[in-house]
């Protein structure tokens, strides 16, 4: 709340940023006031509609909505106008997932760690959904490209069990 009413003041002084816009919008989506970020998104991108943060903070709220088409159209923008932002392609790859888009968010997903290969929580999701289209035929070359992702990741990640992955049905 504190972050809010910083904000607030901020958008007051300087007769609202649309970064200012932005940032109180991913607050307020994190206090679940999705219609209010949602409001405070677009007023950032009528204020500057380059501002990548505030098409990802929009993705975000639109995806606490339920609203999933929306959520990836704005990812895409985002990434549209900055193709290294590696949390804009995680996300929109998690979406692609939750959407049945397998392969498409697999390659978001590579995407992003590609590009930061420091989000633990991405190699979860590219474990299951490569488990999910995989033919045992090519497994191996799934649990090859993860392990060689694993392996060049450099900070310490919860290590998972590939076995799971390498055993025959």
Not at 103 to 121: C, H, T, V, W, Y
Request: hydrophobic share 40%; proline share 4%; charged share 20%.
């Amino acid at each position: 709340k504190a972050a809010l009413i910083s904000y607030n003041s901020a958008i007051q002084c300087r007769e609202g940023s649309a970064s200012d816009y932005s940032n109180r919008a991913a607050v307020l989506l994190e206090l679940k006031r999705q219609e209010q970020s949602l409001d405070d998104c677009n007023m950032a991108l009528s204020l500057d509609p380059g501002l990548v943060q505030a098409y990802f903070n929009k993705g975000n709220t639109l995806l606490a909505l339920n609203q999933r088409q929306l959520a990836r159209e704005n990812y895409e923008q985002a990434l549209l106008l900055n193709p290294q932002y590696a949390e804009a392609w995680g996300n929109l790859g998690i979406l692609q997932l939750s959407m049945q888009l397998t392969e498409k968010g697999i390659s978001s997903i590579d995407q992003a760690l590609r590009i930061k290969p420091d989000m633990p929580f991405l190699f979860g999701h590219r474990v299951l959904a490569s488990n999910a289209i995989c033919e045992w035929s090519r497994r191996q070359e799934h649990v090859a490209k993860i392990e060689t992702q694993i392996n060049n990741f450099e900070a310490v990640a919860e290590p998972f069990c590939l076995l799971s992955l390498t055993d025959n049905p």
